[in-house]
């Protein structure tokens, strides 16, 4: 099976920046995503990552360390429409390539 | 435009009885997905398709049934045998096992009472 921990809470001001680490077991890995969702909304790709490094996408990047299982999402020059909750997820290497989200982080951002 | 359509938004039902959330997709995506999401929670894998006529439980799927007799619908039934049906139900589809993102509809807000 497949776990995913995250920090339930990230508190920034505007304009910082702010990094959201994940860290999973599972049993067959393919990728790692990150996803946003604001309250009471679906949520929305991101970024993905399959090989070790950074990925960056405007204000947004990711990271990740296959072999630590390890990720974590950057979000720069924070705005007050990134308050949001964060969700990692991984892809198993299975041959349904399940995918399964962690718990989720609600990022707060402070004027 | 391409997308993912849940219906209805708000649902809500009288304890024992059963009920069917509707998801269309019309992106030809193979693969589709249900998840529960509960307040403050993350979502929970309740059932998944990877091809027509073929899905695969997944970590919560006891009190649920799903069917995929089209590619482009997958229905979720809340049936009397799940305890706790109150929440929030996304649907979400991928281009197939190697599609990177997932694309979620809006969601239904089920609700028993």
């Known amino acids: 099976g497949q776990s995913l921990e995250q920090p339930s809470e990230v508190t920034a001001v505007e304009g910082a920046i702010v990094q959201i680490n994940c860290t999973y077991q599972?049993?067959?890995?393919?990728?790692l995503s990150w996803y946003q969702q604001h309250d009471g909304g679906a949520p929305t790709f991101l970024s993905y990552n399959a090989l070790d490094g950074l990925e960056e996408t405007g204000r947004f990047s990711s990271f990740l360390s296959r072999s630590d299982s390890y990720g974590y999402l950057l979000l720069q020059e924070l705005q007050m429409k990134d308050s949001a909750s964060y969700f990692c997820?991984?892809?198993?290497?299975?041959?349904?390539?399940?995918?399964?989200f962690g718990s989720g982080t609600q990022l707060t951002v402070l004027p | 435009d391409g997308g993912i359509t849940q219906s209805p938004k708000y649902l809500f039902r009288k304890e024992g009885q059963n009920v069917t959330l509707s998801c269309e997709q019309n992106l030809n995506h193979d693969a589709m997905y249900w998840y529960r999401q509960d307040p403050g929670q993350g979502l929970r894998l309740i059932y998944y398709?990877?091809?027509?006529?073929?899905?695969q439980k997944g970590d919560i799927a006891e009190g649920y049934s799903v069917s995929r007799e089209k590619k482009e619908s997958f229905p979720l039934t809340v049936t009397s045998a799940q305890k706790n049906p109150t929440a929030f139900y996304l649907c979400?589809?991928?281009?197939?096992?190697?599609?990177?993102?997932?694309?979620f509809g809006q969601g239904t807000r089920l609700t028993v009472v």
């Open positions: 398709s990877q091809i027509v006529n073929d899905f």
């Open positions: 997820a991984v892809r198993d290497s299975g041959s349904a390539r399940q995918l399964t």
């Open positions: 599972t049993s067959g890995f393919y990728g």
């Open positions: 979400a589809s991928s281009s197939g096992p190697e599609g990177t993102e997932a694309f």
